[in-house]
């Protein structure tokens, strides 16, 4: 009976046998969160698997008459991109929805488990899904592309040049339709310079001196029938906005002597997507910047009604908005010297972004080494649509890559 009391009461070793209990959940713990985190990695893989298939899906959809034929295409497709795990098998793609052109894509595969299968467990099922449309929208696109003496230096004109062609030929062979990619060209110093065709407009207006002391015969008034197209800023509040005149003088263009020879003519919307080319190529470096002018002649060449724009109102439009500039605004209408940074007019930029926000257009901003970085970069619609060139080499890639996002199909998830 002693042995059996002692035996009982002696707790040496008692920690050890705790310790052992206690570490059994932790591996169930930690195998559980093997097994979830080699799930997650394969999601991640079939995700994008499935998202590149339904890009590359889009291509032959016109060619796929049924269900059936959207399924094998893209169960072959997709076993050419999905990189599957250590005894992952290859996935299975349900039957796609297909209404019109949209299809929805599903596909799965079993992921086998370590610390479950100890258990008994079955395989963890793991899922993606995506949704594309194809075919359905036109695109307008407005290029305001500062033309300044300053992009001479540096190769940046003749970098942007190469951008934009580059960019042309992506819309070219993004475009399967005559007219369902559209662009317009807004070169701009302190003016833009518009078709002289416009002379006789009512919206136009010639009874305006500017009042910037340091613009030489600002006290001029223009000779209609002379008038070789240059504009000034409109009176303010519609300096920094895009809407379309009206009966009120205020909101007409007005029409200056130009400031510097050399200023191109905007290119109104086209899908002419050549002459696009055409028209940036013959752009000359001269003059000082209003980047504001460029900003929102740009936003006008592509708003439905404006008699700047041969936009249409109808369909699935998407519109989008490219500004370029390599320097701090320096001259406008009011104020400015032509060399300093102007804050003034600093501000009537981001009063003009502001106002653009309340429009459906998507905006790319681009500084090309030099410029009013936050500025531009508060401008553009989402951070990532701010790019920022630190050398002219840079413009080739950035153009590229914008060209493809905005061609690119739609997707969802």
């Given at each position: 009976?002693k042995?059996?009391?002692t035996?009982l009461?002696?707790?040496?070793g008692t920690?050890a046998?705790i310790?052992?209990?206690?570490v059994?959940p932790?591996?169930?713990?930690?195998?559980?969160?093997v097994?979830y985190?080699?799930?997650s990695?394969?999601k991640?893989k079939?995700?994008a698997?499935?998202?590149?298939?339904?890009i590359a899906?889009?291509?032959?959809?016109?060619t796929l008459?049924?269900?059936?034929?959207f399924?094998?295409?893209?169960?072959t497709i997709l076993?050419?991109?999905y990189?599957?795990g250590?005894?992952v098998?290859?996935p299975?793609v349900a039957?796609?929805?297909?209404?019109?052109k949209?299809?929805k894509?599903?596909?799965?595969?079993?992921?086998?488990?370590?610390f479950?299968?100890?258990?008994?467990?079955r395989p963890?099922?793991?899922?993606a899904?995506?949704e594309?449309?194809?075919g359905t929208?036109t695109i307008?696109?407005a290029?305001?592309l500062?033309t300044?003496?300053?992009?001479?230096s540096?190769?940046?004109m003749e970098?942007l040049?190469v951008?934009v062609g580059?960019?042309v030929?992506i819309f070219?062979a993004?475009?399967?339709t005559?007219?369902?990619?559209k662009?317009?060209?807004?070169?701009f110093?302190?003016?833009?310079r518009?078709?002289?065709?416009?002379?006789?407009?009512?919206w136009?207006?010639?009874?305006?001196r500017?009042?910037?002391?340091n613009i030489?015969?600002r006290?001029?008034q223009?000779?209609r029938p002379?008038?070789?197209g240059?504009?000034?800023?409109?009176?303010?509040?519609?300096?920094a906005?895009?809407?379309?005149?009206?009966?009120?003088e205020a909101?007409k263009y007005?029409?200056?002597?130009c400031?510097?020879a050399?200023?191109a003519t905007?290119?109104?919307?086209?899908?002419?997507?050549?002459?696009?080319r055409?028209?940036v190529n013959a752009m000359t470096?001269?003059?000082?910047?209003?980047?504001?002018i460029?900003?929102?002649t740009?936003?006008?060449?592509i708003?439905?009604?404006?008699?700047l724009?041969?936009?249409?109102?109808g369909g699935?439009v998407?519109?989008y908005l490219?500004?370029?500039?390599d320097?701090?605004n320096t001259?406008?209408?009011?104020?400015g010297n032509?060399?300093?940074?102007?804050?003034a007019i600093?501000?009537?930029?981001k009063?003009a972004?502001d106002?653009a926000r309340?429009e459906?257009?998507?905006i790319y901003t681009?500084?090309?080494?030099a410029?009013?970085?936050?500025?531009l970069?508060?401008?553009?619609?989402?951070?990532g649509?701010?790019s920022?060139?630190s050398n002219?080499?840079?413009l080739?890639?950035?153009?590229?890559r914008?060209?493809?996002?905005i061609t690119g199909t739609r997707?969802s998830f």
């Open positions: 009976m042995a059996i009391r035996f009461g002696d707790q040496r920690t046998v310790f052992g209990l206690s059994l932790l591996l169930a713990f930690v195998g559980v969160a097994d985190s080699r799930g990695h394969e991640v079939l995700q698997a499935l998202d590149a298939t339904a899906l889009v291509r032959e959809a016109d008459k049924t269900p059936d034929a399924q094998r295409r893209a169960t076993n050419s991109l990189a599957a250590p005894n098998p290859m299975t039957m796609p929805e297909v209404a019109g949209r299809v894509l599903s596909a799965t595969t079993p992921v086998p488990t370590i479950s299968a100890f258990q008994g467990g963890m099922q793991v899922g899904t995506t594309t449309v194809w929208r307008e696109v290029l305001a500062d300044t003496g300053s992009m001479a540096s190769g940046k970098a040049k951008a580059d960019l030929d070219k993004a475009s399967k005559p007219g369902d990619i662009v317009s060209v807004v070169p110093n302190t003016q833009v518009i078709p002289v065709t416009h002379r006789d407009a009512a136009m207006r010639y009874d305006v500017l009042e910037n002391p030489t015969g006290a001029k223009v000779n002379n008038w070789n240059c504009l000034a800023d409109r009176d303010q509040r519609y300096d906005s895009s809407e379309s005149p009206s009966g009120l909101t007005v029409a200056a002597e400031g510097v050399g200023l905007m290119l109104p919307l086209t899908a002419d997507l050549e002459s696009v055409t028209t470096p001269t003059g000082a910047t209003n980047v504001t460029g900003f929102t740009g936003l006008s060449s708003r439905p009604g404006h008699p724009s041969a936009s249409g109102s699935d998407q519109r490219i500004l370029l500039t320097g701090d001259q406008n209408r009011w104020t032509g060399s300093a940074t102007s804050t600093d501000d009537r930029l009063l972004c106002e309340k459906a257009v998507s681009v500084r090309v080494i410029g009013n970085e936050p500025l970069k508060s401008c553009a619609t989402e951070p649509m701010y920022n060139a002219a080499a840079q080739k890639p950035i153009f590229e914008i060209a493809r996002e997707l």
